[in-house]
């Protein structure tokens, strides 16, 4: 038995991270034990007016349908885009659509204020 199927046994859940999606990577991704793949913010940059559907978007809406594979989409910069990622089953992005890189400390009082009533958060 491989380590990695193991731990994922035992809860541990993989992430691939900056994925380039072509033919030969859809059919390993399909045979893997990750749980989670975040495709590369090239590809997303694909997705643009003149080509609002680049090829790789089919072959991932594919392996989305036949696996319990989630993906994250990085670099998501426009609503369009967002709105594409969408429709092919992708829910979940990043990108500075959303926002910018923020520090941890920035990330944590915003955290804080979000869990804050909103009736508290005005005093």
């Known amino acids: 038995m491989n380590e ?3 731990a994922a046994r035992s809860g541990v859940r993989f992430a691939l991270d900056d994925v380039m999606l072509d033919s030969a990577n859809l059919a390993v991704l399909s045979r893997c034990k990750f749980h ?3 495709i590369d913010r090239r590809l997303v940059a694909d997705i643009r007016p003149d080509q609002p559907r680049p090829e790789w ?3 991932l809406a594919a392996l989305l349908a ?3 594979l989630q993906v994250i989409a990085e670099g998501v910069e426009t609503p369009a885009q967002a709105q594409v990622l969408r429709e092919a089953g992708i ?3 990043q990108g500075f659509l959303y926002s910018r890189p923020l520090p941890a400390r920035a990330l944590q009082a915003f955290q804080a204020w979000h869990e804050t009533p909103a009736a508290e ?3």
């Open 36 to 38: 989670i793949v975040k």
């Open 121 to 123: 958060r005005g005093r």
């Open 91 to 93: 829910p979940m992005a």
């Open 4 to 6: 990695m199927e193991e």
């Open 57 to 59: 978007l089919a072959g």
């Open 66 to 68: 036949a696996t319990d």
